[in-house]
């Protein structure tokens, strides 16, 4: 319950630090899921007490990150709902949206059984492999998509790649602003690299200014 007492500054304060202590909480358990409390709070800037105020306990603060990025999953997920018959270009704009919350997706995937089970996990990033599946399933009927692997282990293969560059990115080893990563994930699933690279180019390219 908000305390009615507290100012409006001190409210933004408030949120301030809570979401400097989710980022916080976000780097340290992706680069390490048995991070503690005090590492957090460390990596935040504040004292562990601080953290307490925030969240009641480990599994608050995890449930408040997996919140944050399930939110983030599904504004992604919303930017590629428009209808797309065509696989190729359906497939660019799945990865070109879950790029910028690959951080995010990362974390979740990096957390240990005791923080996030199965079935939440699945529930979250259900939405995103089912879509990665399904696209994989029309590109495959439509002959772009190479049919050797199916659809759904293939999606999860596709995820693999996509997280694994999100981790060179981290190490300094690659630099992307996602539409390298669309393009060897079109390649991945079996489609033209030229073809790859003209459907990328094209949906991130800026629109021409009418004068």
Not at 18 to 35: K, V
Request: proline share 6%; glycine share 10%.
């Amino acid at each position: 319950m908000t305390n009615p007492h507290v100012t409006g500054g001190g409210r933004r304060q408030t949120q301030f630090t809570r979401r400097r202590i989710l980022e916080a909480a976000r780097q340290e358990l992706g680069r390490d899921p048995d991070s503690s409390l005090s590492d957090i709070a460390e990596a935040a800037g504040v004292v562990r007490r601080t953290v307490y105020d925030h969240f009641a306990g480990r599994s608050a603060l995890v449930e408040g990150l997996v919140a944050d990025a399930a939110e983030a999953l599904r504004r992604a997920l919303t930017a590629v709902t428009v209808p797309c018959s065509d696989a190729v270009p359906a497939m660019a704009r799945f990865v070109l949206a879950l790029w910028p919350v690959g951080d995010r997706y990362r974390t979740l995937l990096r957390l240990t059984p005791q923080d996030l089970g199965a079935e939440r996990l699945n529930q979250i990033l259900g939405p995103a492999r089912d879509m990665a599946t399904g696209i994989i399933e029309r590109g495959q009927r439509q002959g772009v998509f190479h049919t050797s692997v199916p659809p759904a282990p293939l999606s999860r293969a596709l995820e693999g790649l996509m997280l694994a560059l999100v981790e060179c990115v981290n190490a300094g080893t690659w630099s992307d602003d996602g539409t390298r990563t669309a393009t060897a994930a079109l390649i991945a699933v079996g489609a033209d690299g030229d073809l790859a690279v003209a459907q990328v180019r094209g949906l991130t390219r800026p629109e021409p200014v009418v004068a």
